[in-house]
C-alpha cells in the first residue's frame, strides 16, 4: 500500500503472503552479520537490539530484548508482527486476506479508512478488499463474542420497534479443525448437514440434525468426514463453499486458484484449474447445471457440472480483479470487481449484456433478490446499490439505482431478507463495525447493529426471515 502497488502493472501478480515481513525478517539478520562479523568479544556480547531505519552501535549495557526491531511509539516489532499475524492475500485478498492486492483508490478521509490494531499498533486499510487480501488475523485474535441480533417482521414499522439484541450461548461447539474456520454452509436439502473449510485445507461434513442440540452432552459432535490438505499448496486457503441446489454437490473456491467440487458423500467429483489467480466465490446455477467462479486474474469461469468442462470463460474485468458472482437466471449471471463495475453477461455470448455503472469503489459482493429482479451490490465507497434488472434497458449502461447511504467505511457483505411480507428488505455489514437493515425501495435505513466491537465481515438470514 506504501508502494502504491495497486496503480502498478505488477498487480496481477501474485505476491506470496508474509513476503515483505519476511524480506524485512532477512534484512534485520545481515545487518545483524553486517555489524558482528568480526565475531571478537564485543559483538558477540552486543545486548543492543536491531533497527531497520537506525545506525547499530554495540552495547554491553542495553537490556537484553527478543525484539529483532525496538517497539516504538506508533510503531511495531517486526518479530512480533511476523509471528503473531496471519499476512496471507486475500490479495488481498483480496485482504486476502489475499488477495484479497489489487485494492484502488485511498480514501481522502481518515473516517473512510479501517484499522486494525496488531499487538497495540494501528494498521490501516484503504479498503475492504485490501484487508480481505493482506492480512488475516492470527488464532485467539478474534474479536469478543458476537451478539446476534433477532428481528421480527410482521410490518416495516414493527421490524425496527420490536427489534433487540440478545446474547446466546453456543449449543454446540464444532471443534475439529486445526486452523482458522473461513467459510461454512448447510445443505440446502439435508437438515444438520454442514460443511467447513478452513485455512489448511481441510473440510469437514458434520451431521447436526435440528433439534438434536444438548448443551449438557459431554461428547462434542464430531465430523462425519474430514478431508485434509485437499490443496497442497502452502497458499491453499478456502475462500467459498457452496451447495447445488439439489444437495449432491459441494463447490470449494481456493487461494492455490483451482476449483474443487465433491460429492454429499465427500468423492471427488471434479477439479479444474484454469484460473491463474486466487478463487473468490463459486456458485452454482439455480437448476444446478453451471457453476461460475470469480478469481484475482480479472476473469469468471462458468462450468458445465454434467459434463465435467469449461464452458466459456470470461474477461470483462480487464485489468482488474473480479472479486463476486451471482446467478439472475440459468442463463444469466452477474460479476463485479475492482473496476467497480457490474457486468451482467448472458451465457449465449461472451460481452457483457448490460453493465451497471456507479459505484466509487471495488465492488466486493454481489446478490440477487429472490424474485430474480433486481440486484443489491456493496462496496469499497461506503455504499450499497439497489438495480432494477427486470425491464430491459434501451441503454447499455445503466448509471442509476437507489443508493443506501449510512455506513463510514467499506461495505463487506449484503443479504436480502427471505421474507418480503415487510417488503423487500436488505441487510450490509461494514468495517465501521456495524450491520444495517434497510427498506430496498426507498433506501431508508430502517435499523442500525451496534453490537460489533470490530469489523463485520459477514451476516446471513434464518431461513424464515425473523432472524439476522
Excluded at 428481528?151 to 471443534?175: I, M
Excluded at 458434520?206 to 462425519?224: C, K, L, Q
Excluded at 474443487?260 to 458423500?265: E, G, K, L, M, N
Amino acid at each position: 500500500m506504501e508502494g502504491r502497488l495497486d496503480h502498478s502493472h505488477h498487480i496481477k501478480k501474485h505476491i506470496p503472503r508474509g513476503e515483505l515481513i519476511e524480506r524485512l525478517s532477512k534484512a534485520l539478520l545481515y545487518a545483524e552479520v553486517e555489524a558482528h562479523w568480526k565475531g571478537d568479544s564485543f559483538t558477540k556480547n552486543c545486548k543492543s537490539p536491531f533497527s531497520l531505519l537506525e545506525r547499530h552501535v554495540c552495547s554491553f549495557d542495553s537490556n537484553p530484548t527478543m525484539m529483532l526491531a525496538p517497539q516504538k511509539p506508533g510503531g511495531s516489532n517486526i518479530a512480533m508482527l511476523a509471528g503473531e499475524t496471519g499476512i496471507k492475500r486475500k490479495s488481498i485478498s483480496p485482504s486476502t486476506e489475499d488477495a484479497r492486492a489489487e485494492k484502488r483508490a485511498r480514501k481522502a478521509a481518515e473516517d473512510n479508512h479501517a484499522t486494525m490494531a496488531v499487538d497495540g499498533t494501528p494498521v490501516t486499510f484503504d479498503s475492504c478488499s485490501t484487508m480481505r487480501r493482506v492480512l488475516v488475523e492470527p488464532p485467539g485474535s478474534a474479536s469478543k463474542e458476537a451478539k446476534p441480533s433477532e428481528l421480527q417482521l410482521p410490518s416495516l414499522e414493527n421490524a425496527v420497534k420490536k427489534s433487540k439484541t440478545k446474547r446466546l450461548d453456543p449449543v454446540s461447539l464444532l471443534q475439529a479443525h486445526k486452523a482458522e474456520v473461513f467459510v461454512v454452509a448447510w445443505s440446502p436439502t439435508t437438515p444438520g448437514q454442514l460443511v467447513s473449510g478452513s485455512r489448511d485445507a481441510t473440510v469437514n461434513y458434520w451431521d447436526i440434525p435440528p433439534g438434536s442440540y444438548d448443551a449438557s452432552n459431554s461428547s462434542p459432535p464430531r465430523p462425519t468426514l474430514t478431508l485434509s490438505n485437499i490443496a497442497p499448496s502452502p497458499q491453499a486457503d478456502l475462500t467459498s463453499i457452496d451447495w447445488s441446489p439439489d444437495g449432491s454437490l459441494v463447490a470449494i473456491g481456493s487461494y492455490d486458484s483451482a476449483l474443487r467440487i465433491y460429492t454429499s458423500a465427500g468423492k471427488a467429483y471434479l477439479k479444474d484449474d484454469h484460473h491463474k489467480g486466487p478463487i473468490f466465490a463459486a456458485k452454482f446455477s439455480p437448476s444446478g447445471q453451471w457453476i461460475t467462479t470469480a478469481s484475482l486474474d480479472s476473469t469468471s469461469c462458468v462450468w458445465d457440472i454434467k459434463n465435467k468442462r469449461l464452458y466459456r470463460q470470461y474477461r470483462n474485468h480487464e485489468e482488474a480483479c473480479c472479486l463476486d458472482v451471482d446467478w439472475i437466471d440459468d442463463s444469466t449471471f452477474a460479476s463485479g470487481g475492482s473496476d467497480r463495475v457490474v457486468h451482467i453477461v448472458s451465457l449465449n455470448g461472451t460481452r457483457p449484456i448490460q453493465t451497471l455503472r456507479g459505484h466509487d469503489g471495488e465492488v466486493n459482493m454481489i446478490k440477487c433478490n429472490p424474485s430474480r429482479t433486481r440486484l443489491a451490490t456493496c462496496s469499497d465507497d461506503a455504499t450499497a446499490r439497489i438495480w432494477n434488472i427486470e425491464r430491459p434497458h434501451s441503454e447499455n449502461s445503466i448509471t442509476t439505482g437507489v443508493v443506501l447511504k449510512g455506513h463510514k467505511r467499506c461495505l463487506t457483505s449484503i443479504k436480502w431478507c427471505p421474507n418480503n411480507q415487510a417488503g423487500e428488505l436488505v441487510a450490509t455489514a461494514s468495517f465501521d463495525f456495524t450491520a444495517r437493515l434497510w427498506d430496498s425501495v426507498t433506501g431508508d435505513c430502517l435499523k442500525v447493529f451496534t453490537d460489533h466491537t470490530k469489523y463485520v465481515f459477514a451476516l446471513s438470514f434464518s431461513p424464515d426471515g425473523s432472524c439476522l
